[in-house]
Structures are given as C-alpha cells and as structure tokens.
C-alpha cells in the first residue's frame, strides 16, 4: 500500500476538551461534519488518550477550531502529552462553557457536542455528535493539517490516526513535541516548536 496517498487529505487542526473530575483535552484533526441539519460531527479518538475515558463517560465534548495564529506550545502541550499526567489548562487563557474548559485565545471558533452515538474502531473510538451550541469568535484563518506540518513543520504522534512512520536516518526527533530536525542537532539547538535544549533530541532509529 502506498501511504503517501493519506498525506493527500486533507484536515482542520482542533483541540477537543471535556471534563469529570479533571480538565482534559487533547489535539485531533479527524473532525468532519456529517450532516447540516441538526448538526452532527464525528471525531476518531484513540483509545489510550485519556480524553477518549472522559468523553467515553460524559458523552459530552467541545471542540475548538484553531486558527494559524495558535501558539505551537499548545499544541505541543495538547498534543504529545496526557492529561493523565499534566493538568493541560494550567497557565493557558480558557473559558469554561457548559462545565466544559475552552480555549477562546486565538481559536476561530467552538462547538459544544453530545455523543449520539460510538463506533469501535480498533485502536480508536469513532464519537458521532450532535451539535448544541457554536460559537465564531474570530475572523482568523482556521489551520490545515498541512498547514502545521509544512509551515509549523509540526509532526503528529503515533495516537493520531494519521501517524505514517518515517523510516530516515539522519534524523532527530524531539522527546517532548516530535519535531523533527534534519542532519545533527547542535549543542546550542532550541527546538522551535517547544523550546527545550538540544539533549531532547534523540536520533531516530
Ligand atoms: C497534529 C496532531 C493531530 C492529532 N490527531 C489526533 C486525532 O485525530 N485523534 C487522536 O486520538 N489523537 C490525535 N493526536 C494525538 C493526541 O493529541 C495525543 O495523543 C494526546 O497526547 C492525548 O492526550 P490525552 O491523553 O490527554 O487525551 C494528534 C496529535 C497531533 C500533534
């Protein structure tokens, strides 16, 4: 199978939020919007994110649009680590609409969901839901899947459903957001999605 025809589809970049006892929320670009008419979407979450628990228990989720104009340490924090572990909403602007966290800065908008209904895909759950609520909150440009891997040069993690495995050497991958660097990483080296020092970087294999 050639998999370079997936890189060929197009996404949104969206961060999805929910709450129990915590406040979680993780990064996915598998929204599509399935009907217009009492609005419903679905998004495809992985089963080890401990947003799929949460959502998977609530039935509710909101989803927010980001814009090109979101800070790439968000989606670092949102994206490569877990809320299992971090308390993702900590030191970062948010909202809480209908008891759910939401991110307001520099998003275009948001749409609060109730699960209708899930669909077991194997390593992730397909969360099919009605819309009850949107809100635009800017006019700035949403961000394209392509856009955060070509001008963010951003990478996505093996949980996102569509992670196709690089087989390069020469490589160098950052242990904390997965940008990848070309060629040797010098001592003095930042990496420029979340800013840790070049010891993060680790040859891929
Ligand atoms: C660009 C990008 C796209 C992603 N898309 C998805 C997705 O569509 N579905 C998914 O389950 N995870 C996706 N992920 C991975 C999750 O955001 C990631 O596993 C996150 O750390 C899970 O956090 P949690 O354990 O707090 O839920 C994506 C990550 C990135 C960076």
Redesign the pocket.
């Known amino acids: 199978m050639d998999k370079e025809v997936f890189k060929d589809i197009n996404y949104g970049?969206y961060i999805v939020s929910a709450k129990d006892e915590n406040k979680?929320?993780?990064?996915?670009?598998?929204l599509t919007q399935i009907t217009s008419e009492n609005p419903t979407i679905s998004?495809?979450?992985?089963k080890?994110?401990?947003?799929?628990q949460i959502i998977n228990n609530t039935k509710k989720f909101i989803v927010s649009i980001l814009s090109e104009q979101i800070d790439p340490n968000i989606?670092s924090k949102?994206?490569?680590?877990?809320?299992?572990n971090v308390d993702?909403f900590k030191d970062i602007d948010y909202e809480i609409v209908d008891d759910i966290p939401v991110l307001l800065k520099d998003v275009c908008g948001y749409m609060v969901c109730d699960v209708i209904e899930e669909v077991d895909v194997g390593t992730?759950t397909l969360f099919i839901a009605k819309v009850s609520k949107a809100k635009k909150v800017s006019n700035l440009a949403p961000m394209t899947?392509k856009y955060?891997h070509e001008v963010i040069k951003?990478?996505?993690?093996k949980?996102?459903?569509?992670y196709i495995e690089e087989v390069k050497t020469n490589t160098w991958v950052c242990d904390i957001c997965?940008y990848v660097h070309e060629g040797p990483v010098p001592d003095d080296f930042i990496c420029p999605i979340c800013g840790v020092d070049a010891s993060h970087f680790k040859q891929k294999k």
Do not use: E, L
């Open positions: 970049m979680v929320g993780c990064v996915i670009n598998t998004i495809s979450v992985n080890d994110n401990y947003t799929n989606i949102f994206g490569f680590q877990s809320s299992r993702k992730h899947y955060y951003g990478k996505a993690p949980t996102a459903p569509t997965g």
